[in-house]
């Protein structure tokens, strides 16, 4: 079945060191999302790409980045974690015009 | 700016009740209206969705009506069970197509 995934499922990482989550999808969508989301409150959108074009939201810290090598792979970085940054990061992709956004199952993200 | 409005939870209900979860938006021109639903530790899926006024969406039981004159679309459910205790998630999409969510309602079925 055609699908995004995302690895690891679960991830714990020390305060401050660099991480990297990652997502791939077989849907051939040429929109990629990375949301952050914390206790089941709304995801919160961090970046996107069309395409290759990257889109940063106004207020993503720069501790976070990302890297899309291709159509089918796009990449979380998180410089130096912090406490505040535990959470579950979710990949989605989309269609550009087709707004219907498909999920990944996430990655639970731990600081210790 | 765009916002969607849902109702606060958790709502409690008992196996085989009725299931209203509202939600209301507020959009320049015409969005398309979503529910997605979280189950306990995954990731958010589509339940239904509307691209239109007056369009129906409808998926596993549960349905939910563009509504344009009241900028709503409500989710509803004729009898739930235990295995829909999840978080739902009303979203619309703006005019840049990226998805504005409500905060989120969670669903507790007790047997």
């Known amino acids: 079945d055609a699908m995004v995934i995302q690895n690891p499922r679960y991830q714990v990482t020390q305060f401050g060191k660099p991480v990297t989550l990652s997502c791939s999808q077989t849907l051939n969508h040429n929109v990629m999302y990375w949301y952050q989301q914390k206790s089941s409150q709304a995801p919160k959108l961090l970046f996107h790409?069309?395409?290759?074009?990257?889109?940063n939201e106004a207020d993503t810290p720069d501790n976070f980045q990302s890297r899309r090598p291709n159509t089918s792979f796009c990449f979380l970085d998180i410089r130096s974690p912090g406490l505040g940054d535990a959470a579950m990061y979710l990949c989605a992709t989309s269609r550009t015009g087709n707004t219907e956004a498909f999920f990944g199952q996430g990655t639970r993200l731990t600081v210790v | 700016g765009d916002s969607v409005t849902q109702m606060e939870g958790p709502v409690t209900l008992s196996e085989e009740a009725f299931l209203t979860i509202n939600c209301t938006y507020t959009a320049t021109g015409y969005p398309s209206l979503f529910w997605y639903v979280q189950y306990p530790g995954e990731g958010l899926q589509l339940l239904l969705k509307?691209?239109?006024a007056d369009d129906k969406g409808s998926n596993k039981g549960f349905e939910a009506t563009y509504r344009k004159e009241t900028t709503s679309f409500h989710l509803e459910k004729g009898s739930v069970q235990v295995s829909d205790s999840a978080v739902y998630f009303c979203a619309l999409s703006d005019s840049n197509y990226q998805l504005i969510w409500g905060a989120g309602t969670k669903l507790i079925i007790k047997p």
């Open positions: 790409y069309y395409d290759k074009d990257f889109n």
């Open positions: 509307a691209t239109k």
